[in-house]
């Protein structure tokens, strides 16, 4: 065959052809020639490789060029027909929806019938106006002309009548009667000629507007088969006067309130409106009562209540989250402090409104059942302990990191402390152990069985945090005998530590009133409770010797110090202030939507928000939106926590032992909290707070003694022992009574992390307070109470 270019339509020879274009799918033709030409020369036949396998046959359905292309219409264009109502599911499903529509329009004309634009009203609003302007201008003014003439008429009778029996002034009351009797004629003039012109209009307009309605109806029962037809012109005349009456007189707020009633907007938040009335209702909030602009809204029904994407135009979502308060007040149903905004990862002027129904943690599991030994460190981020509104899990971090439960009383903090506990003590690579000064270990409930150690005492947290912070700190040297690099790597021959803070200001308060003696020379001064706590935080965690504090709040009035709590990677903030929030997440967290100071906390019976939290934890948790801790009930942990018992807890590895030889932590698996043993473990009082408690009985208890009659009565009591001679320091004189007092009940006292100082008093019959030794802190000291 001779080519064919297909850019020019031309074969080589420059010679014109005709150029075919194939339709697809068209099966090709043989080409008839009509001219005689020679056979060409056969081309040699193409190769087959056998060896490559056949390609596998294409299946599916052939779509003919008739099928898509647009065929001719012989009788016109006809009518396009949509894809939907091809099929007889289509059609079924647009009868459906044709149906729903014409029964809500004539629900709509039903409930309209009660309003001002029903039938009624309308018809008969619309005769009113008929009427009024049939009588007119001239109508109103002929109704006030005579109104003015029979006043004057009365008036001019009553003037005649004092003038008839007037005994002073008659000539005047006389005159008066006569101008009043001039006035009266001439109003009844008027009266009569604005009768008689109303009279004149007004036979004009009705013969206007009444003599169309009246030839109707004769028109209908002369033509229409007598009554029938007189009923047919009835209707017309009534439909002329409704569509005349059809706009009520109203004020404008008044037709607003009609206008809203009308389109179904309805006055209350509830969770079975629909989603188009809902954003009627919340758009008329934001623009008209909070006054942001708003570009769009995207309304998201969800289980919970309702979900809205909102673009602002040219705005922040700071003016809405600060106003959240009036939002709700302008959708009445909508629970207090329920509202939750949340700051848009994509745009600045975006943000996404959750406003909840009245159960929204319906989504929210019971505690999953782990297993004795099934979770491990490295799996801990996937231990749920928690849901949101969706359903969607939380799951915090373990390995290596520390975390913070802040939250008011009552806010749920130790609820959520327990869930996590749950997934903790199910570890099989962790030793947890407990510390709680402020409710003697019951934050931790019946998981105090599976714990290593539950510290309730000042003593006893003393132990288990140098304990931790001997291991912490000597584990680094272990890192490369071991092969764990740059950190240490927990497993369960070498498992991780998890210290569990509870009323972490409890300790606080417990580390401020500790004293030591002075140290020797060479010898560090120990650390407090709260500083030691701090340390494990600073040099461990690399150890897999983390802490986990809860607390009541992070303002130096809470924690005093240690504002680092606020620092720490991973935050759960329940119930708490304002000022907590600041120093957690910034100034500016709070118009990003991270709002715990609006949830309640239980009361009484009342749960509210309790256990619901703010979680700011990496890339994970980095978004406003509040979850909801799982639970169980009391019987079901108990039963987890027995068996996570039975199976065995994890012990410190050999090699984490040797940086702590001899210690033996206190009250593993929990303990007896009433155990008797405590009580005989306490420390004897001292001989030297005996002995002035005697002296101070013998003296029939004064209020108090100077420092000189104490030192007196001790001298007496015992002279070798409170003789000046013995407190003469090498070189020097020898010191005063006062002196010497000071520093025997300072090196008595000390160790027991008491004190007793001088403070004024009134002796028994003296005039003037005077400084001394009052009685009722040595009761105190002594633990007879403040009787005093």
């Known amino acids: 065959m001779t080519e064919t270019d297909e850019r020019t339509a031309k074969t080589g020879r420059d010679e014109a052809v005709a150029k075919v274009i194939r339709l697809p799918f068209v099966e090709p033709e043989p080409e008839v020639s009509d001219t005689t030409t020679a056979p060409e020369p056969a081309a040699p036949a193409a190769r087959v490789d056998m060896t490559k396998p056949a390609a596998a046959p294409v299946e599916g359905l052939v779509i003919p060029?008739?099928?898509?292309?647009?065929?001719?219409?012989?009788?016109?264009?006809?009518?396009?027909?949509?894809?939907?109502?091809?099929?007889?599911?289509?059609r079924t499903a647009r009868r459906a929806y044709v149906q729903r529509q014409a029964r809500r329009r004539v629900r709509r004309w039903v409930s309209r019938q009660w309003t001002p634009r029903g039938i009624v009203p309308t018809t008969v609003r619309g005769g009113a106006r008929v009427h009024r302007w049939v009588r007119g201008v001239e109508g109103q003014n002929a109704d006030a002309a005579k109104q003015r003439a029979e006043m004057l008429a009365l008036e001019a009778a009553r003037a005649a009548r004092r003038a008839q029996f007037a005994l002073l002034s008659r000539d005047a009351k006389k005159k008066a009667a006569d101008v009043a009797q001039q006035e009266s004629s001439m109003a009844l003039v008027q009266a009569t000629s604005a009768l008689s012109t109303a009279?004149?209009?007004?036979?004009?307009?009705?013969?206007?507007?009444?003599?169309?309605?009246?030839?109707?109806?004769?028109?209908?029962?002369?033509?229409?088969?007598g009554l029938l037809g007189f009923g047919a012109g009835v209707l017309v005349n009534l439909a002329v006067l409704a569509r005349v009456g059809r706009r009520p007189d109203m004020s404008p707020e008044e037709l607003e309130e009609l206008e809203r009633a009308e389109a179904g907007l309805p006055d209350r938040f509830e969770m079975g409106m629909t989603p188009r009335a809902f954003e009627a209702m919340l758009h008329e909030a934001l623009t008209k009562e909070i006054g942001v602009a708003v570009h769009s809204l995207q309304i998201r029904p969800r289980n919970w209540g309702f979900e809205i994407v909102v673009v602002l135009k040219?705005?922040?979502?700071?003016?809405?989250?600060?106003?959240?308060?009036?939002?709700?007040?302008?959708?009445?149903?909508?629970?207090?402090?329920?509202?939750?905004?949340?700051?848009?990862?994509?745009?600045?002027n975006e943000c996404v409104l959750r406003i909840p129904g009245d159960?929204?943690?319906?989504?929210?599991?019971?505690?999953?059942?782990?297993?004795?030994?099934?979770?491990?460190?490295?799996?801990?981020h996937k231990a749920q302990i928690g849901a949101d509104m969706s359903g969607r899990p939380l799951a915090l971090p373990g390995k290596r990191t520390s975390v913070a439960y802040i939250g008011k009383s009552r806010s749920g903090k130790s609820t959520m402390l327990r869930a996590r506990l749950d997934a903790l003590t199910a570890t099989s690579d962790r030793i947890i152990v407990g510390i709680d000064l402020g409710s003697y270990g019951s934050g931790f409930g019946p998981y105090r069985k599976c714990m290593s150690a539950v510290a309730r005492?000042?003593?006893?947290?003393?132990?288990?945090?140098?304990?931790?912070?001997?291991?912490?700190?000597?584990?680094?040297?272990?890192?490369?005998?071991?092969?764990?690099?740059?950190?240490?790597?927990?497993?369960?021959?070498?498992?991780?530590?998890?210290?569990?803070?509870?009323?972490?200001?409890?300790?606080?308060?417990?580390?401020?009133?500790?004293?030591?003696?002075?140290?020797?020379?060479?010898?560090?001064?120990?650390?407090?409770?709260?500083?030691?706590?701090?340390?494990?935080?600073?040099?461990?965690?690399?150890?897999?010797?983390?802490?986990?504090?809860?607390?009541?709040?992070?303002?130096?009035?809470?924690?005093?110090?240690?504002?680092?709590?606020?620092?720490?990677?991973?935050?759960?903030?329940?119930?708490?202030?304002?000022?907590?929030?600041?120093?957690?997440?910034?100034?500016?967290?709070?118009?990003?939507?991270?709002?715990?100071?609006?949830?309640?906390p239980a009361m009484g019976d009342a749960v509210n928000d309790a256990s619901v939290a703010y979680v700011m934890a990496g890339g994970d948790y980095c978004e406003p939106i509040p979850y909801r801790a799982c639970i169980t009930s009391d019987e079901e942990a108990d039963r987890r926590a027995t068996e996570r018992a039975a199976a065995g807890m994890c012990e410190l590895d050999a090699e984490s032992r040797a940086f702590v030889p001899g210690v033996v932590l206190p009250n593993p698996g929990g303990g007896d909290p009433w155990d008797e043993g405590e009580v005989e473990e306490e420390?004897?009082?001292p001989i030297l707070l005996r002995?002035?408690?005697?002296?101070?009985?013998?003296?029939?208890?004064?209020?108090?003694?100077?420092?000189?009659?104490?030192?007196?009565?001790?001298?007496?009591?015992?002279?070798?022992?409170?003789?000046?001679?013995?407190?003469?320091?090498?070189?020097?004189?020898?010191?005063?009574?006062?002196?010497?007092?000071?520093?025997?009940?300072?090196?008595?006292?000390?160790?027991?992390?008491?004190?007793?100082?001088?403070?004024?008093?009134?002796?028994?019959?003296?005039?003037?307070?005077?400084?001394?030794?009052?009685?009722?802190?040595l009761r105190a000291l002594v633990g007879e109470g403040d009787e005093a």
């Open 314 to 348: 040219n705005q922040t979502p700071e003016k809405l989250s600060a106003n959240l308060d009036l939002l709700e007040a302008c959708l009445p149903g909508v629970r207090t402090n329920s509202a939750l905004l949340q700051q848009s990862a994509q745009a600045r």
């Open 65 to 90: 060029a008739r099928e898509w292309e647009l065929g001719e219409d012989a009788e016109g264009d006809a009518p396009w027909i949509h894809p939907t109502l091809r099929t007889p599911e289509g």
């Open 457 to 600: 005492t000042p003593k006893e947290a003393r132990v288990v945090l140098e304990w931790a912070l001997a291991v912490g700190m000597g584990r680094p040297k272990l890192f490369d005998r071991l092969g764990m690099g740059l950190n240490w790597e927990a497993s369960p021959e070498r498992p991780g530590i998890t210290i569990e803070i509870d009323e972490f200001p409890a300790l606080v308060m417990a580390a401020k009133s500790e004293t030591f003696p002075e140290p020797e020379e060479g010898e560090e001064k120990p650390l407090r409770l709260d500083e030691l706590v701090k340390q494990i935080k600073l040099t461990s965690e690399k150890s897999d010797v983390v802490v986990e504090v809860a607390s009541q709040g992070v303002t130096r009035d809470r924690v005093g110090a240690n504002m680092w709590v606020a620092e720490l990677p991973v935050q759960v903030m329940c119930a708490c202030d304002k000022d907590d929030i600041v120093q957690i997440a910034g100034g500016g967290a709070m118009a990003q939507g991270w709002r715990p100071d609006r949830l309640l």
């Open 691 to 777: 002995t002035i408690r005697t002296i101070y009985r013998d003296l029939s208890d004064p209020s108090g003694l100077t420092e000189d009659e104490l030192f007196d009565q001790l001298h007496g009591f015992n002279p070798t022992s409170w003789d000046l001679n013995r407190f003469v320091p090498e070189g020097g004189e020898p010191m005063t009574k006062g002196a010497v007092l000071a520093l025997v009940l300072d090196k008595v006292l000390a160790p027991r992390g008491q004190k007793w100082t001088k403070e004024s008093y009134r002796p028994k019959g003296a005039a003037k307070t005077v400084k001394g030794y009052r009685l009722r802190d």
């Open 683 to 685: 420390e004897p009082l």
């Open 359 to 380: 159960d929204p943690w319906k989504a929210v599991p019971e505690l999953p059942y782990r297993a004795p030994k099934s979770v491990t460190t490295h799996e801990l």
């Open 199 to 225: 009279r004149s209009a007004f036979f004009q307009r009705a013969a206007v507007a009444y003599l169309p309605m009246a030839g109707i109806d004769v028109a209908g029962f002369v033509f229409m088969d």
